[in-house]
Structure formats: C-alpha cells, structure tokens
C-alpha cells in the first residue's frame, strides 16, 4: 500500500495511557468502560462484501460497482452523501477515474471528527512470494475493506444513535496507486479531498484513519507522524482499547512513520492518527499479506476488527 517505506523502524516507550487528564477536549479515556454498540459479524460481512465485487482497482468495473454500493448503503443509514469523482494522473501517466465518496452526520454542527479509509485496491501484488503472481491485482481484504467495513458498521450504529456532535466519513480513493522512492505518488484522492473539501472551509477537529484494521494477530503500535501531529487524540485512543482490554493489541509504544493518507490530512493542519498494523520485528512492518495476493477473506479476523471498532466508537461517543 500507500506506505512502502518505514521511514522510521524505533520502538520507544510512550507515557501510560488510559487515565484521566485535566484538558476540557473530551480527548482522554477515564477509566470507566463506556457501553458501546459495534457488531464485528456486521463489519465482517461489509469487508467480504466488498471483496466479492473484486478488486476495486480504479477504472474497473468492479471499482464503479463497488462505488455505487458504498454510496447508497452511506445514505441507507442516514448520512448526508457528496461525491468527488476527479481525474487523477498517476505517477506512471495513467489517468486514473476516481471517486472520493464523503458522508455527513449532523451537518450543522462546528466541532467534527472525521473517519477514513481508502476503498481503492493495490493494482499490482508487487510484494507477494510466487513472481508470477506479482502483475495481479490485489483482493484487498486487509488493505482497504477492512477499514471501510468499520466505518460501515460505525455508520450502521450512528444511524441507530445519532452522535451529538459531528461526525464526517470519507472514503478516499486512489491510495494504492503508488511506486516506490515517490512518496507523493500515493494518496491521490486525499489530496485531492484536502485541495478541493466538498464543504467551504472544511476542518474537523481530529481525524482517524483506519488502514489494514481486521488482519489476524494484528498490533498496532502508534504511528510517528500520528505521534507529532495528534498525540492527545493517539492518547486518548490507545487509552480507551487499554480500558476496553486491548492493550495487546493496541501497543502502547511508537511505531514507524507511515506515509498514509493521514499525511495529507497533517499537512493541511488536520490533526490525524492512523490506526494501522505494525509489526515491529518484521522487514517491512506490515501484515504479511500487504501487497500480496493472500490479502483475502482468510486474513480477516472479526476478533481484529471488534477491538478497532469498539475502541473508534467510544472515543466518538466520549467526544
């Protein structure tokens, strides 16, 4: 995906979270569980839904039809749905047809958190072991639905119990369209999204992306540039899955600096945080079928996708 490169591979440890702190942002866990609703079959069943369209690479059939579901199911649980449909130009000159598809719950309000993910699919299996597999396209199961799977189940409950104050949901495409060495060549839709915001002077108050979220034995460690644009927001979220049990999961200690599309949310002045796996001790970093092949429905694991969700949700309904 987007990030290739783990610009930086240290581990350190972070100051505890999941107590609570003295800011008036809402933005730290308290101790006490907070009751939330997130079925992890429904977010299951939304990753294999978009996995039985097929790869959802731009300029498919499949990515159109994909789109259009993504669409109607936003506004099927009461979003408020804008479309962005750009043409892109890839590093490689493909002019790529793309859609950015960006939902609203309680338009009106000031105070905004937004949710993303990338919906789009790697072209290339470009990492996977079998060489003669590595001109396929990738099923994208981990990377893209299963982010796009919680934040459907998210809307789902959102719809179910309307959030007081404002949350957005954007799925964003012409992430995986990327090469190596080129940092810019990836996140072209959230570039786009940043340059061109569907609302006049669109800014949310913090941003979560979730990226590679249902992979089996899957951590995640706080990501570097999530760290320096958004600590109390990073904070706050690994307190809440710490509080909820998942600090074997959520790992308490900083990870690599992931060129994602939180980072064009960052340099726009967004603070974002992106939830994404990362192994420490691996070469790459990543799940290990990122860019392979194997990044099927076999990957998927609802235990994965539950603590991610539940974690998301309460710091929604927290803040």
């Known amino acids: 995906m987007q990030q290739i490169f783990l610009i930086l591979a240290t581990t350190i440890a972070l100051v505890a979270c999941g107590n609570k702190s003295n800011t008036s942002s809402g933005e730290n866990a308290s101790s006490e569980v907070m009751e939330v609703a997130f079925n992890a079959d429904s977010a299951y069943s939304y990753v294999k839904r978009q996995v039985d369209f097929g790869p959802r690479v731009p300029n498919t059939p499949a990515h159109v039809a994909c789109g259009n579901w993504l669409q109607t199911e936003?506004?099927?649980?009461?979003?408020?749905?804008?479309?962005?449909?750009?043409?892109?130009?890839?590093?490689?000159?493909?002019?790529?047809?793309?859609?950015?598809?960006?939902?609203?719950?309680?338009?009106?309000?000031?105070?905004?958190?937004?949710?993303?993910?990338?919906?789009?699919?790697r072209p290339w299996a470009d990492q996977d072991a079998d060489p003669a597999k590595r001109s396929q396209a990738v099923d994208g199961a981990n990377d893209g639905a299963s982010g796009v799977g919680v934040i459907l189940e998210i809307a789902r409950q959102l719809k179910a119990e309307a959030p007081k104050g404002g949350v957005d949901i954007l799925f964003v495409d012409a992430e995986d369209w990327g090469t190596d060495g080129d940092e810019d060549?990836?996140?072209?839709?959230?570039?786009?999204?940043?340059?061109?915001p569907p609302v006049k002077d669109y800014f949310p108050s913090s941003a979560i992306l979730l990226d590679m979220v249902g992979g089996k034995d899957a951590v995640f460690?706080?990501?570097?540039?999530?760290?320096?644009?958004a600590p109390r927001v990073a904070q706050a979220l690994w307190g809440i899955a710490a509080s909820r049990g998942y600090a074997d999961i959520f790992l308490n200690r900083l990870g690599g600096a992931v060129t994602d599309d939180h980072v064009q949310l960052i340099k726009h002045g967004i603070p974002a945080v992106d939830i994404i796996e990362y192994h420490p001790e691996d070469d790459t970093g990543f799940n290990p079928h990122w860019h392979t092949t194997t990044d099927n429905m076999d990957a998927i694991d609802p235990a994965t996708l539950k603590a991610v969700g539940e974690t998301v949700m309460e710091y929604i309904r927290r803040n």
């Not at 099927?76 to 890839?90: D, E, N, S, W, Y």
């Not at 309680?106 to 919906?119: F, G, K, S, T, V």
């Not at 460690?221 to 644009?229: I, N, P």
Request: net charge negative; glycine share 4%.
């Open 221 to 229: 460690c706080r990501e570097y540039f999530s760290e320096q644009a």
């Open 74 to 121: 936003l506004e099927r649980h009461g979003a408020k749905v804008m479309t962005q449909t750009p043409i892109l130009k890839a590093f490689d000159g493909t002019e790529l047809r793309a859609r950015n598809i960006f939902a609203q719950y309680n338009p009106e309000a000031e105070d905004r958190i937004l949710l993303l993910a990338h919906w789009d699919c």
């Open 185 to 196: 060549s990836w996140a072209l839709g959230t570039r786009y999204f940043v340059e061109n």
